[in-house]
């Protein structure tokens, strides 16, 4: 069994600060891609920035040069820095890891946070 526990949201105000971390426990031999996901009331998911092993980033437009995303890969852990925080940015973030798991045979699976609730609002 493999699991992704976050932490860190919260109810912050607009140009706020908020971290949030998500690490990864179980049954793994690997992982590749982690990330996160977040999804506004009555809106799609979408991608927020997604971080490889190797250290490739990609960003959403919408949060380019106001979140970073690192990873610890001796703790099988992600974070996410979130400055300049805007209303816009109020929604569940769901942890994202893409895993090859320990147990034979050793097929990557997508794992999913159980989300945790970022609120921006004065």
């Known amino acids: 069994q493999v699991q992704l526990v976050e932490s860190g949201g919260g109810l912050v105000q607009p140009g706020g600060s908020l971290r949030l971390s998500c690490a990864a426990s179980?049954?793994?031999?690997?992982?590749?891609?982690m990330g996160w996901y977040r999804q506004a009331p009555g809106k799609q998911r979408e991608l927020v920035a997604i971080i490889t092993r190797e250290g490739s980033i990609n960003y959403a437009d919408s949060v380019k040069a106001r979140f970073t995303i690192s990873r610890d890969n001796a703790k099988n852990t992600v974070y996410l820095q979130m400055n300049s925080l805007k209303p816009e940015d109020t929604a569940v973030y769901y942890c994202y890891a893409a895993i090859t798991t320990g147990a034979w045979p050793r097929n990557e699976y997508a794992y999913w946070g159980q989300g945790t609730q970022v609120t921006v609002s004065s």
């Open positions: 179980g049954s793994i031999f690997s992982i590749n891609a």
